[in-house]
C-alpha cells in the first residue's frame, strides 16, 4: 500500500505540475500584449487640428522644422532622428499651468536620463518675448540637461503650424488672429518613426507616470 500511493503521489505531482505550466502557456497565449495607438489628424479633436489636415486618417508623421534652443543652437529634427521624444508647448512667464509642466516634464527628464533613445522638446508660443537668453535662464531654472532636452523658439508662424498641424495639440486663440495660440498643458509622445503615439496631462501626476511607462515600453525597456 505505501509504495502505490507512493507511485500515485508521484503522478499527482507530475499531473499538478504539467497543468500548471499548460495553464501558464494558455494564460500568456491568451493575455492582451500592450499595444500603443498611432495617432492621425481624424483621430484627435478637430479644435487641436489645422483644418487642412483634419480628414488625414493614416500615414501622418512629424514635419521637418528648424528652431533655436537655450544654447542659440539650430535644433532640426535630425536632432531627433531615430528618438523617441516627448514634445510640448510653453512660455515663460507663464504663471497658470506652465510651471507645473515643467516641473513634470523634469521628472519625465529624470526618468529617461540613461536612456539614450529618448528625449524632449518644448516650444514656446511666445518666441517675441522667449529669447534665447530667457529660455536659457529658464533651463537653468528647472535644471534642464542640454543633451536630453530643448528648449526653443522661432518664428511665430513655424510654431503655430507645428503645433496645429504636426503634433495636433494646440487650439487656435482668437479668430481675429490667425497666429493667436492658447497654449495647452498637453505633452505628446513621438515615437523613432516621427508617428504621434500618445497624449497625456502635463499637469497631472497620473499622466506623467502613465507617459514614462509608454516611453519605456516603445524603447525596449519594459516587457509586453
Same mark, same amino acid.
Given at each position: 500500500?505505501?509504495?502505490?500511493?507512493?507511485?500515485?503521489?508521484?503522478f499527482i505531482g507530475i499531473?499538478?505540475?504539467?497543468?500548471?505550466?499548460?495553464? =501558464?502557456?494558455?494564460?500568456?497565449?491568451?493575455?492582451?500584449?500592450?499595444?500603443?495607438?498611432?495617432?492621425?489628424?481624424?483621430?484627435?479633436?478637430?479644435?487641436?487640428?489645422?483644418?487642412?489636415?483634419?480628414?488625414?486618417?493614416?500615414?501622418?508623421?512629424?514635419?521637418?522644422?528648424?528652431?533655436?534652443?537655450? +544654447?542659440?543652437?539650430?535644433?532640426?529634427?535630425? +536632432?531627433?532622428?531615430?528618438?523617441?521624444?516627448?514634445?510640448?508647448?510653453?512660455?515663460?512667464?507663464?504663471?497658470?499651468?506652465?510651471?507645473?509642466?515643467?516641473?513634470?516634464?523634469?521628472?519625465?527628464?529624470?526618468?529617461?536620463?540613461?536612456?539614450?533613445?529618448?528625449?524632449?522638446?518644448?516650444?514656446?508660443? =511666445?518666441?517675441?518675448?522667449?529669447?534665447?537668453?530667457?529660455?536659457?535662464?529658464?533651463?537653468?531654472?528647472?535644471?534642464?540637461?542640454?543633451?536630453?532636452? +530643448?528648449?526653443?523658439?522661432?518664428?511665430?508662424?513655424?510654431?503655430?503650424?507645428?503645433?496645429?498641424?504636426?503634433?495636433?495639440?494646440?487650439?487656435?486663440?482668437?479668430?481675429?488672429?490667425?497666429?493667436?495660440?492658447?497654449?495647452?498643458?498637453?505633452?505628446?509622445?513621438?515615437?523613432?518613426?516621427?508617428?504621434?503615439?500618445?497624449?497625456?496631462?502635463?499637469?497631472?501626476?497620473?499622466?506623467?507616470?502613465?507617459?514614462?511607462?509608454?516611453?519605456n515600453f516603445l524603447s525596449?525597456?519594459?516587457?509586453?
Amino acid at each position: 500500500m505505501p509504495s502505490s500511493f507512493r507511485k500515485y503521489r508521484v503522478f499527482i505531482g507530475i499531473f499538478v505540475v504539467f497543468s500548471a505550466i499548460t495553464l =501558464f502557456l494558455f494564460y500568456g497565449a491568451l493575455k492582451p500584449k500592450k499595444v500603443l495607438p498611432i495617432y492621425n489628424p481624424a483621430d484627435v479633436n478637430p479644435e487641436l487640428v489645422d483644418s487642412t489636415v483634419q480628414y488625414v486618417s493614416k500615414y501622418h508623421t512629424i514635419a521637418d522644422f528648424s528652431f533655436i534652443n537655450q +544654447n542659440g543652437d539650430t535644433i532640426t529634427q535630425k +536632432n531627433y532622428e531615430g528618438k523617441i521624444y516627448v514634445a510640448d508647448f510653453f512660455f515663460t512667464t507663464c504663471t497658470s499651468i506652465c510651471p507645473k509642466m515643467s516641473t513634470n516634464m523634469t521628472e519625465v527628464q529624470k526618468a529617461i536620463l540613461d536612456n539614450p533613445k529618448v528625449m524632449l522638446l518644448s516650444h514656446t508660443v =511666445f518666441p517675441e518675448t522667449d529669447s534665447v537668453p530667457v529660455l536659457k535662464k529658464y533651463a537653468i531654472k528647472y535644471g534642464v540637461k542640454d543633451n536630453k532636452w +530643448n528648449l526653443v523658439t522661432g518664428a511665430k508662424k513655424d510654431i503655430y503650424t507645428m503645433a496645429r498641424k504636426s503634433y495636433l495639440a494646440v487650439k487656435m486663440g482668437k479668430p481675429s488672429e490667425l497666429l493667436d495660440m492658447v497654449h495647452t498643458e498637453n505633452f505628446v509622445l513621438v515615437d523613432e518613426k516621427r508617428r504621434i503615439r500618445g497624449f497625456y496631462d502635463g499637469t497631472k501626476q497620473e499622466d506623467i507616470q502613465r507617459l514614462i511607462k509608454d516611453i519605456n515600453f516603445l524603447s525596449g525597456q519594459e516587457e509586453e
